[in-house]
T-cell receptor, first 112, second 110 residues
Framework: EAQVTQNPRYLITVTGKKLTVTCSQN?????MSWYRQDPGLGLRQIYY???????DKGDVPEGYKVSRKEKRNFPLILESPSPNQTSLYFC???????????FGNGTRLTVT | GQQVMQIPQYQHVQEGEDFTTYCNSS?????IQWYKQRPGGHPVFLIQ?????EVKKQKRLTFQFGEAKKNSSLHITATQTTDVGTYFC??????????FGTGTRLQVFP
């Protein structure tokens, strides 16, 4: 089944404790991206990747890192999480920049 | 930079009533996509519009892309409780970035 898999679904952590949210897709998609969803603000892009070893900042990249060492994986790294990063995070992939996005199930992160 | 505004933010309707959400871009778009997110779920792709003035239908859902390719609408006829969720438009401009609107949350009362 074609899918985007994100883990974990829920994560509660404390300020400053490094964490990684994993994302993997099995559709051989070139394009992958991370979004955060906050009430009233819709989906805002954090980082995106157009291919292996190619990543770029989205609209809200501060406090986040990503890597794309393999085509299928695109982990999101928070080196020193802060409470303002409490949010619902979605990973998405697509064949290219102009086609539909396939979203993962989301990761609800709480930073205390 | 490119912005995509969506109204209304919330809409409560009685089952059987119609519903419309509107999307407006500050710049001309190459295409616009619509997504639905059920409560507790993730956004799911509904449709993509590419041509100026394009109208597409999916059962009770009608999608329109404006002549100037700067606005779009989603109209649901005779809403059902299964239509509950948040509807997002997402516009792609000249930079290839896909910018999501803020979404319209639809609540349907039986």
């Amino acid at each position: 089944e074609a899918q985007v898999t994100q883990n974990p679904r829920y994560l509660i952590t404390v300020t400053g404790k490094k964490l990684t949210v994993t994302c993997s897709q099995n559709m051989n998609h070139e394009y992958m991206s991370w979004y955060r969803q906050d009430p009233g603000l819709g989906l805002r892009q954090i980082y995106y990747s157009m291919n292996v070893e190619v990543t770029d900042k989205g609209d809200v990249p501060e406090g986040y890192k990503v890597s794309r060492k393999e085509k299928r994986n695109f982990p999101l790294i928070l080196e020193s999480p802060s409470p303002n990063q409490t949010s619902l995070y979605f990973c998405a992939s697509s064949r290219d920049t102009g086609t539909r996005r396939h979203f993962g199930n989301g990761t609800r992160l709480t930073v205390t | 930079g490119q912005q995509v505004m969506q109204i209304p933010q919330y809409q409560h309707v009685q089952e059987g009533e119609d519903f419309t959400t509107y999307c407006n871009s500050s710049t001309t778009l190459s295409n616009i996509q619509w997504y639905k997110q059920r409560p507790g779920g993730h956004p799911v792709f509904l449709i993509q519009l590419v041509k100026s003035g394009e109208v597409k239908k999916q059962k009770r859902l009608t999608f329109q892309f404006g002549e100037a390719k700067k606005n779009s609408s989603l109209h649901i006829t005779a809403t059902q409780t299964t239509d509950v969720g948040t509807y997002f438009c997402a516009g792609q401009g000249s930079t290839d970035k896909l910018i999501f609107g803020t979404g319209t949350r639809l609540q349907v009362f039986p």
